[in-house]
């Protein structure tokens, strides 16, 4: 169990510009969630895989934003034409399939991203 | 209404004491609650899931689970200095397959 990885660890990007995180979840797990945190606040929940398909978007989120998992394991998060309200960590989680209830997620060291 | 609310602290508590920190949700059909520990610039660390009414234990740390009032606590016995940290609560909400996180309560342990 190597833990959640995610990459690049900070991202400084001008408004306007592209970008795309990369996250690997713990081998074993199906499903992968993306959440954005700010400071001072917790993380919220932007969308989840299990294996490739797509459940959950939040409704709060952009177009601008788009999430893959095209083979089930690794997953990509592209947001295009930045904005400095993108400015935010972006954290990655794994979890098994939940039983009869919610797994415990675990968390990558996240992606900082600073729009300038 | 926020759906998962904390208050945000600082709770300071000196060395050695208990710290008590609490946690509130909105959804009755709730049945996964968790406690995460954020050290700043890094990422949530899992502390305790709890899932049933009542207190569960594990080291100095206690989860304390309460549906009908929709209320969960988390006790830090003999606080430590690197038990400074922000500690948020998450509860899956609405059916959901997802965690609702709180804003997060910062914890300071005076030595």
């Known amino acids: 169990d190597t833990g959640v990885s995610q990459n690049p660890r900070h991202k400084i990007t001008k408004r306007g510009q592209n970008v795309t995180f990369r996250c690997d979840p713990i081998s074993e797990h199906n499903r992968l969630y993306w959440y954005r945190q700010t400071l001072g606040q917790g993380p919220e929940f932007l969308t989840y895989f299990q294996n490739e398909a797509q459940l959950e978007k939040s409704r709060l989120l952009s177009d601008r934003f788009s999430a893959e998992r095209p083979k089930g394991s690794f997953s990509t998060l592209e947001i295009q034409r930045t904005e400095q309200g993108d400015s935010a960590m972006y954290l990655c989680a794994s979890s098994p399939l939940p039983q009869d209830r919610l797994s415990p997620l675990h968390f990558g060291n996240g992606t900082r991203l600073t729009v300038t | 209404q926020k759906e998962v609310e904390q208050n945000s602290g600082p709770l300071s508590v000196p060395e050695g004491a208990i710290a008590s920190l609490n946690c509130t949700y909105s959804?009755?059909?709730?049945?996964?609650f968790f406690w995460y520990r954020q050290y700043s610039g890094k990422s949530p660390e899992l502390i305790m899931s709890?899932?049933?009414?009542g207190d569960k234990e594990d080291g100095r740390f206690t989860a304390q689970l309460n549906k009908a009032s929709q209320y969960v606590s988390l006790l830090i016995r003999d606080s430590q200095p690197s038990d400074s940290a922000t500690y948020l609560c998450?509860?899956?909400?609405?059916?959901?397959?997802?965690?609702?996180f709180g804003a997060g309560t910062i914890l300071r342990v005076k030595s």
């Open positions: 959804d009755r059909v709730s049945q996964s």
């Open positions: 998450a509860v899956n909400v609405e059916y959901g397959n997802k965690l609702v």
């Open positions: 709890i899932y049933s009414n």
